[in-house]
């Protein structure tokens, strides 16, 4: 039997992924030890691989073959564009794609002029303003506090996640369009998924049962 390979993207997302694998009988004790500097971690007797990757990485880790399966958020499946099946939704970091800006940015998006957009997504804020509102908008990619933007003038809105709407609360900010729900998903090669039918719809079965117990 040949090793099925998981890339995780790292954080708690990983850890809480590994506590549901851990619900099917599928541990990974090489994995919990905090100080370690491991970046693959092995479980011999039913030959499973994982690793931890940064959340950008697991969708190209899962194209191109390097990983069997990934779990990585739909904001990143969205924008890194992969060839690859999801198969499903974790219900995990439930959270929202959203355009967001001062309450006076509204009038902005209403009238369809060109606008400043601020976001580490520019893929998913290009399809939105272009593919489906129509709107020509300059697009400004950044890389992180990406609520700063309005506020110091280097865009009119954002397109950030936002889960519990502190972040835009505490920085005067509101949503004004909501672009799409997210949460993480489980995602598999196309060629994984022929080879490895069997195991890996078993394994996504069982995960699925323990998810609905869950909830
Ligand atoms: C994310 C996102 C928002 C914030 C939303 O940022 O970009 O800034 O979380 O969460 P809230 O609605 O619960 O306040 P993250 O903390 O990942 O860091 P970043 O600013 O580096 O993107």
């Known amino acids: 039997m040949r090793y099925l390979t998981f890339a995780l993207a790292k954080g708690r997302l990983a850890r809480q992924t590994m506590g549901y694998l851990e619900q099917i009988g599928i541990t990974c004790e090489e994995m919990k030890d905090k100080d370690s500097r491991r970046l693959i971690f092995v479980n011999e007797d039913l030959k499973l691989r994982f690793f931890l990757a940064k959340a950008t990485d697991v969708p190209t880790y899962v194209e191109y073959g390097a990983a069997d399966i990934g779990v990585v958020g739909k904001d990143t499946i969205m924008e890194e564009g992969r060839r690859m099946y999801e198969v499903f939704d974790l219900n995990l970091g439930k959270c929202r794609m959203c355009v967001a800006g001062p309450e006076d940015a509204r009038k902005h998006l209403e009238s369809g002029e060109i606008i400043r957009v601020a976001t580490k997504y520019p893929h998913i804020a290009k399809d939105y303003f272009y593919n489906k509102k129509h709107q020509t908008v300059e697009i400004i990619k950044l890389n992180g506090s990406i609520e700063l933007a309005p ?16 972040t835009l609360k505490e920085n005067g900010l509101v949503v004004l369009e909501e672009i799409c729900p997210l949460s993480a998903r ?10 490895e039918h069997e195991r890996i719809s078993n394994l996504v079965k069982k995960l699925k049962d323990v998810l609905d117990m869950a909830k």
């Not at 489980?186 to 080879?195: A, H, L, R």
Request: glycine letters at 8%; charged letters at 20%.
């Open 151 to 166: 506020i110091v003038g280097l865009s009119e809105v954002i397109v950030d996640i936002v889960e519990t709407g502190s």
């Open 186 to 195: 489980m995602v598999v090669n196309e060629v994984s998924m022929k080879m």
